[in-house]
């Protein structure tokens, strides 16, 4: 945006959906006006399950869409260079974190197995204290994610597009250091977004490098692990466990061999739920609409040349 607008933003919400009411509500705490699609300069897309109907609501008019998720792989394919798009890129990442530190933690207290006992087992667990943590990608999980380790004294290390210092990093550096820094960490957590360059980014050669009392956490999305070659890793020992927010395939299907190992903990997707996720959208969707009507920068916009 060059200027601020005369009137306040003509926003539309589609399509009809559960979200609609509470994103119609944060347009006009943002200083908008709801208005047909028609009428409308800026459209809020409430449905991530329905990118295929998009295309029909970007008339010439709309100059700013609002797509709800941060990963917009569904929607990349549509986006074009006539308006600006914007994505939900941090506005999950506290929960998400959050479910990355719950993950940790069952899986260095063996939690997996003892809520599935059904007798009394032998002690086992390891002390997140003090460990070493390997996070790939520089977002806004990372963010979150680091104040929260700051109390367990770990050694944290990010590895991103791009060697930008963070507060409460050890060390910040690129995926170029990859091999290398697996071979030290305790954790890994895959917290990036997905490109040509990310996905298959744990591959065989790369979980082959971790130390074989480590953890995979994967809060991503699941083409960045190589599905067969972490089912060789947890089979042969490679590795110490994995926990799973993400999978490929995703769903996990019934009978799939990740089902079965006690030190593979699936959960189906919900570091941030529908439900959690929906009052922190709204509130960026407050935040653009005032920062639109103002014609300041707007948070979360994709670069489509780097796809996020």
Known sequence: MDAPLSTPPRVAVEP????QKALADAVVRGGGKVVPLA????LVWAEPAAPQDLPDACHDGIDWVQLPYAGIEPFIHLLDRDRLWTCGKGVYARPVAQHVLALTLAAFHNLGPYASARSWIGAVGRNLHGSRVLVLGGGGITEELLPLLAPFKCTTVVLRRTPQPMD???HVGTLSELNDQLALADVVVLALAVTAGTTGVMGAAQLAQMQRDAWLINVARGVH???AALVDALTTGTIGGACLDVTDPEP???GHPLWDFDNCIVTPHVGNTPQMGLELLAERVAENVALYGSGRTLIGPVD???GY
């Open 16 to 19: 009809a959906c559960w979200r």
């Open 39 to 42: 009428d409308a300069t800026a």
């Open 168 to 170: 409460g990093a050890d």
């Open 225 to 227: 692990v190589d599905t």
């Open 252 to 254: 996990l299907p019934d």
């Open 304 to 306: 489509l040349d780097l």
